[in-house]
């Protein structure tokens, strides 16, 4: 082994190092989880509503507790509006919800600074 070839595993094996403690440290911030919600549409189509939630890692034990549901009514212009309702558990220090359609490439977001409140938000998804 010649020393040019040791610096260099030296310097890359440092460089995963800090790599991987960044990562870590992200994770440690924050727990994020996806737990799916299936409508089925008034034309009768079935579509999952993935809420991503994002929470304090402080909070991680009342991650369980998060509940969802989701209701599917016409919109008035041959779509569906998808209202979706998160419930975030008292004492949880804040979260944030993303609810995603991805056959129809709908988003909504919202937030909260503290727990025991219902986030609601809404998806217009095209006729379905």
Known sequence: ???????????????????????????????TFDPPVQVVTPGGSHLTVNNMITMSMADKDLAKLVTGDATAAPDGSGGTLITVHVSIPQGAHGANVLSTNHRYKVTASASTPGGGVVLTLELDVPAS
């Open 1 to 31: 082994m010649t020393k040019r070839g040791v610096a260099v595993g030296a310097l890359a094996a440092g460089l995963l190092m800090v790599a991987g403690q960044a990562v870590a440290s992200a994770n440690v911030v924050w727990c």
